[in-house]
């Protein structure tokens, strides 16, 4: 069974990689991948077509320099999924870049099915979306149970599944392991500053992150920075650092990431999934995200949502601290870091809140992602057996 997959960005990816080992678990060696995607994906077999580092941009202002480039990676990657001839299409996240190649697929008739995996967020903006997805994709799975009721009015196959970060490997990674490794004394807190991993957001927000690590640090020396990364921004993370002249760990690995999060006595973290995987750990943590002034009026006037967090979006209630444009500030990011860090009222709520996350998150006696691949593989026999019946009445 041929499988293409899509991933724009690492989030994306490593909800593929999680797919992937979910599927061969399902079907062994009979499944093939092929697609796009990042280091975690490539680990588990798959030869990306291109660096997804190309997709992973945000906010208005700074896209626009970078749809060239985007437009001709959809060209590329339709041309592959021609050449391919795969069994399934699924794409991963990233609406954007994905609708795009759906889309395309359609127009050419290639009778490939079609799927994606996270729904776009219509109930924050764009509600039209939830409208016409039905003619793109045959079906959608989501990771929140609340996002079907979004889809389903519209003739759109919608399957909530469960989000893939209840099975992250972050649960069971033990903190003093990732002590001991980089030879870090038990009486350090240690302090996990996450910029993003985009090119963009690692350019408006670390310096923001260091400025407060800074100030941090200047309080209390017994604190311990560690800034793990990706591949896609490490060099670029590693040279504000060293500008900075702090004493930071940088780390490169999925193992080591977890590591430095259940070794954690805090976060500081951009806004997204990251967020939950600290949520999930119980790891206490503040959000900051800042994008150009012109993207942040847009953000404004179109999106339909109290809060960024998804945490406090699951829950209709702020726990973790939503710093946003003009108040992604070091001194706001210094202050409830240091709250957090005497376990006072916002540590608290903060701990009542994950238990009631991770219980929202759950879907079934499987995980998430053997959930999606069961969707998946449902999809295709679907898809055969019409083809199957189309073949037998021509004959």
């Not at 994709?137 to 149970?145: I, N, S």
């Not at 079907?148 to 903190?175: A, C, M, Q, W």
């Not at 302090?191 to 923001?208: D, H, M, Q, Y």
Request: glycine share 6%; net charge positive.
């Amino acid at each position: 069974m041929k499988i293409y997959l899509i991933a724009g960005e690492p989030s994306g990816d490593l909800l593929g990689s999680r797919f992937m080992r979910a599927m061969r678990k399902k079907i062994g060696a009979e499944a093939e991948f092929f697609g796009v995607g990042g280091d975690t994906m490539e680990a588990e077999g798959l030869k990306s077509l291109f660096d997804i580092s190309d997709l992973a941009v945000m906010g208005l202002t700074e896209v626009i320099p970078s749809i060239p480039r985007v437009l001709r990676r959809i060209r590329e990657t339709v041309a592959d999924i021609v050449r391919v001839q795969p069994d399934v299409v699924v794409t991963i996240d990233s609406w954007s870049f994905s609708s795009r190649v759906h889309k395309a697929l359609r127009k050419l008739k290639t009778g490939i099915p079609q799927a994606h995996y996270v729904a776009p967020q219509v109930w924050a903006w764009k509600k039209k979306r939830a409208r016409t997805m039905y003619k793109y994709v045959d079906v959608l799975m989501t990771l929140f149970p609340y996002e079907p009721k979004y889809f389903t009015p519209y003739k759109l196959d919608t399957r909530f599944v469960g989000h893939p970060v209840i099975e992250s490997e972050v649960i069971t990674t033990n903190g003093d392991d990732f002590r001991r490794k980089y030879n870090i004394a038990q009486d350090k807190k240690i302090i996990t500053v996450l910029p993003g991993s985009r090119k963009n957001e690692v350019a408006k927000l670390l310096p923001v992150f260091l400025e407060a690590a800074k100030e941090l640090k200047a309080v209390d020396e017994n604190l311990f920075f560690v800034i793990p990364t990706v591949r896609t921004v490490a060099e670029n993370v590693k040279k504000q650092v060293q500008q900075s002249g702090l004493p930071i760990l940088v780390v490169e690995t999925q193992a080591d990431r977890y590591g430095a999060f259940r070794a954690s006595s805090a976060a500081i973290a951009a806004s997204g999934t990251v967020a939950l995987e600290l949520a999930i750990c119980d790891i206490p943590h503040i959000i900051a995200y800042k994008v150009s002034p012109f993207s942040a009026m847009l953000a404004r006037k179109f999106l339909h949502i109290e809060f960024v967090n998804l945490s406090n979006i699951l829950l209709g209630r702020e726990i973790i601290p939503e710093l946003l444009q003009e108040r992604c500030v070091p001194g706001n990011i210094r202050s409830y870091v240091t709250e957090l860090l005497r376990h006072g009222d916002l540590y608290e709520k903060q701990m009542g809140g994950f238990a009631k996350v991770r219980e929202i998150l759950g879907q079934g006696v499987q995980t998430p992602s053997q959930n999606a691949c069961d969707v998946i593989l449902e999809l295709a026999a679907r898809k055969n057996k019409e083809t199957s019946c189309q073949n037998k009445k021509m004959g």
